[in-house]
């Protein structure tokens, strides 16, 4: 058998045409996979660019319609003349191809694929010149057909219409609130010609850590196919590039053995040299290479690799004075998560893809969730299974992951060829992405249980399970999918990774609609959705594990302006404007929350401005209050995590991305940094919910939606602080200062509070809880008729300074709503910058609220700070992350121009 090397060619050269391979239309050029059909289109001139303005409607039809892709290629040298028989394999290798293909070589049909999340190998045979065709059939049509196929299933779908229930493709692309309705077809991943006399495949570490964490015992396992060779396997510290461990001596298992391909594998250790991976902001991120190779005498003939990284995950699900933690502990150290949830990157997802020059946009996307101090991204179940670049990203910049199924609300079937498509699907991605350290977790899908709930189908949370194939006969037979088959598969295929059901899901009785905080994980959406709860009442509000939860914001108007091209449908409520933010309601909900806090404002910049401030205070003050839930050890973590909806979006928009299409921060991204940083002070006025019944059963009168206004006047405010830290820092004789500094003058209303602070690791400590505040000249007196112009609302300022009296952290608790407060005074805001601009420090002479320079893409990264509060006496220092002028960002506050 000819010892020739593995070979893989992409196909390149191709050409695409409206219709099947009989249709008349004509050809035109095509990128070359990865690629799809609306941007070949766009290149041809025959569609325009969606993203901007109404341009979505005008190209609606596309998915409705047929697509042939083709291109011509020569047969590989290695291969001319050796025939089936030659020793050597050809094989056409179909990364990926959304979605219903149908894939003809030489006018013969060689496969046909109706899930794009599966990868194809398809062993050929060549002439000398070949036409490789594929004809893509509209997803959305093809879906309606399959609906009408399985008339004994009930299919129901939330957010879009019917027709992608029954279909394995990314569910985003039918529309969601956030996103357009974009139904992609094509090539979406690369085609390459592969010709090898030997190759290697699943490869594999399977390890365990000593109790202690210092020695791995583990076991490396590779397939392999065809000639075999001598197997040369070496384990190398990327960190040092010491190769730590090697063998030639691997065995084949003879097991696991099927057809052609064989597994071999050698068992390793690594003893005190074993260095751990961590999550940032725990420790470092060690990482491994297995590499293996396959030579024949001096020939290579195929080397394979990978990189790892060793760590011991636990989901810690135990019973506790609070009902049963949720919460995540890495290399015995307890870690609460906060993070967010993550989307697609585009609509079209070839445009990121890591074979083209954009391959960095996964990286820049996975570093902005760490420089803003966030420890988790969750892959959401409507998109896709990420590229290997988001994961490697996650596992350099230790960021972890949490995995979902690509399953999101709906009741989804489950007849033998679904299961079989799924299983495929499962096994390759589970296969594909089993090394990477940051991933802790997978959940069986997004929000499907809410549907059981909504529509009553069957489902009993105490079925034990023995017998899943009865689910199977019920109106919910995805339960057996979530329940048993993937939790089978993540079991056979993975070694420590814990699977969860569903998100949110607890035991089965919690859902998005009936939310159980004292177990699982939840999905909390009664503020924004739901009963519209007024946002301050979100730290009360929270569970275990905070999975989703949101606010809605306009990006900036850098980003307007870029997706929305006519001037004269620049402002809020235009219908450009209103059609582009998906979110059902929007018009209402979006408004109803900025006049609820703020005073309207009805130009474009000034609006625009009021929702991100609004959105950030929402955000922060979720995170912070449920970081502080964190408790201070085992028995005591309240809540385990919090993942804000969402990180990113796929396409220029207006939703509840705290980060805009072009990677552009919003004020609430800054709010999650503040709020998780190493260690941070937290404060926070007494809440009143007049909706609340008192000790004597009658109802209070409600004076606003949600605001004591008492508390604007009274000497009747009261209020915690407490201090936040993670596994890694420790306090010592840290100062914490409270400070209560009038709205009005900038000056001190009372005697500041100045306290000692030590505390342990990992948790977080409550310094003052239930203080009321002193106001020695209070100018109202309760007997006289209320007269608002004597009120002196004021802001109360927390610092925690450590024992070299430098500032660790600061927070602020602003009279609700700022509406009623009176920003009329010059607020005596200056900016001096830096000699090359780079940098820019900020002051004022009275309390400022909502501080944000106006970003733009071309910075192309986060500034240090943005979207912040800004008090007398203090100093706000912020640096651009590029050569971008700072001086030539636009900024503004709450109140300005008023």
Known sequence: MKAIPFNSTPLRGWSFKQGDRSSDEEWMGAGDPPTEVHRDLEHNGKASDYRKDLNELAVRWIGDETWTYRTTFRQPESQEGLGHDGGVKTVLNFEGLDTFASVYLNDELILSSDNMFIQHRVQVSLKTENELEIVFESARLKG????????????????????????????????????????????????????????LEGLQVLYDLSADLKEVNGRIQVEHEGVKGELYVELVNNQTGKIEWSTTGLQQVSSKTEGATKLYEAPFTLNEEVQLWWPRGYGSQYLYTVKVVARSGTHVLHTISQTTGFRHVELVQEPDSHGQSFYFRINHVDIFVGGSCWIPIDNDLSRHHPSESSSSSYKNWIRLAAEGNQTMVRVWGGGVYEPDAFYAAADELGVLVWQDFMFACANYPAHPAYLESVVLEARQNVRRLRHHPSIVIWAGNNEDYQIVERYGLQYDADDDGKDPEKWLKTDFPARYIYEHLLSKIIESETVGVPYHPSSPFGNGKSTVLKVDPTIGDVHQWNVWHGTMEPYQKLPKMGGRFVSEFGMEAYPHLDTLEKCITR??????????????????????????????????????????????????????????????????????????GVLVWQLNDCWPTISWAVADYYGVPKPAYYAIKRAMQPIAVGVQRRFRDWTMKPA????????????????????????????????????????????????????????????????????????????????????????????????????????????????ISSDCSWPDPIKYLDFSADRGVKLEYSEDKSTAVVTADKPVKGFVLSEVAELAGPLSDNGFDIMPGERYEIKTPSDYPIDRLKWRYVGMHE
Not at 610 to 620: E, H, I, N
Not at 703 to 712: A, Q, V, W
Not at 729 to 749: M, P, W
Request: proline residues 4%; hydrophobic residues 35%; glycine residues 8%.
């Open 567 to 640: 001037k004269e449908d620049r402002y809020p409520g235009s219908m450009t404007m209103d059609f582009r933010n998906k979110a059902i309601g929007h018009e209402r909900r979006l408004v109803s929350y900025v006049t609820e806090n703020f005073r309207l404002r009805q130009d474009l910049e000034g609006f625009a401005h009021l929702t991100q401030v609004m959105q950030a205070d929402a955000v922060g003050c979720a995170y912070k209050a449920w970081r502080r839930q964190w408790g201070i050890g085992k028995g005591d973590r309240k809540c385990g």
């Open 144 to 199: 309606l057909e399959l609906v009408k196929q399985h008339p004994e299933h009930r299919f129901i779908v939330h957010q879009t219409e019917i027709s992608r229930g029954p279909v394995r493709k990314a569910q985003y692309h039918w529309g969601w609130d956030w996103g357009p309705i974009i139904m992609t077809c094509g090539p979406t991943k690369p085609i390459t010609l592969e010709t090898y006399a030997c190759r």
């Open 696 to 807: 004597d059963g009658k109802l209070w009168q409600r004076d606003t939606s949600h605001i004591d206004m008492r508390s604007l006047w009274e000497d009747d405010v009261r209020f915690d602080a407490w201090v936040s830290s993670n596994g890694q820092n420790e306090l010592d004789r840290a100062k914490l200062t409270v400070k209560f500094i009038s709205v009005t003058t900038g000056k001190e209303v009372a005697e500041p509070i100045a306290l000692g602070v030590s505390s342990q690791t990992n948790g977080c400590i409550e310094v003052i809880h239930d203080r009321k505040v002193k106001i020695p000249d209070k100018k109202q007196d309760a007997s006289e008729p209320y007269d608002a112009t004597k009120s002196d609302p004021f802001v109360i300022y927390a610092t925690l300074h450590d024992n070299t009296d430098q500032l």
